[in-house]
């Protein structure tokens, strides 16, 4: 079956500029995950969906970063006044269950570069 | 918070050689030990995990060990092949109120010499 897919593949972006990065998951996945990926690191945890519900934010590293799941399927992450430092690889991951030690199934990612 | 140590860093081996990449975490709360493998451009991909009531897990050419008491685990690669070569993440997962999110290493790069 169809996989977790992210939309756009690449963004650049100027210094300033507002950005929004899309997810759709694994149809029927109850929890998604959006994790940001530096060059040459591991990913780090950004946002966690239950259905609709955002129950941890804790790793956004600004109120300039955004995530939303209105109906309980797609996610949007938007950046606000993007800055050099947001360059990175935003990766979304979507699992079926909700406790802990899910598999989570990830999507090949969004490259965003600010010029 | 949780942290999970990864090395090496960079690993090259013959190809039939074994690799084997060696995490540590600090929280004994976590329960749940996932490897993936990431090729260049794509996301990452599941290729075993182990949860903390198993001591090993194998898959073919792939084996995950598990040791709680000194809260470490190790992915074993057997019969290396060129396609193997790639980055590998470990990560350490666990349920603490609301909070489910994966801890990642930072990653081995893994080269397997034709």
């Known amino acids: 079956g169809a996989g977790v897919s992210q939309s756009p593949r690449y963004k650049v972006a100027k210094r300033g500029q507002d950005v929004a990065l899309r997810c759709d998951p694994i149809s029927g996945h109850v929890s998604l995950f959006w994790y940001q990926q530096a060059l040459g690191q591991g990913p780090e945890f950004l946002t966690y969906?239950?259905?609709?519900?955002?129950?941890?934010k804790s790793g956004l590293p600004s109120d300039r970063f955004f995530a939303e799941r209105p109906e309980g399927s797609v996610s949007t992450l938007k950046i606000q006044r993007t800055q050099q430092e947001d360059s990175a690889v935003y990766l979304c991951?979507?699992?079926?269950?909700?406790?802990?030690?899910?598999?989570?199934?990830f999507g090949p990612g969004t490259r965003l570069l600010v010029l | 918070g949780e942290n999970v140590e990864q090395h090496p860093s960079t690993l090259s081996v013959q190809e039939g050689d074994s690799a084997v990449i060696k995490c540590t975490y600090s929280?004994?709360?976590?329960?749940?030990f996932p490897w993936y493998k990431q090729e260049l451009g794509k996301g990452p991909q599941l290729i075993i995990d182990?949860?903390?009531?198993?001591g090993e897990k194998k898959d073919q050419r792939i084996a995950v060990t598990l040791n709680k008491t000194a809260k470490h685990f190790s992915l074993h690669i057997t019969e290396t092949q060129p396609e193997d070569s790639a980055v590998y993440f470990c990560?350490?997962?666990?349920?603490?109120?609301?909070?489910?999110?994966?801890?990642f290493g930072s990653g081995t790069q893994l080269t397997v010499l034709p």
């Open positions: 991951a979507s699992s079926t269950r909700t406790g802990s030690g899910e598999t989570q199934y």
């Open positions: 182990i949860r903390s009531n198993v």
């Open positions: 969906f239950q259905n609709e519900a955002q129950l941890d």
């Open positions: 929280d004994s709360a976590s329960n749940y």
């Open positions: 990560a350490g997962g666990f349920s603490s109120g609301s909070a489910r999110q994966l801890t």
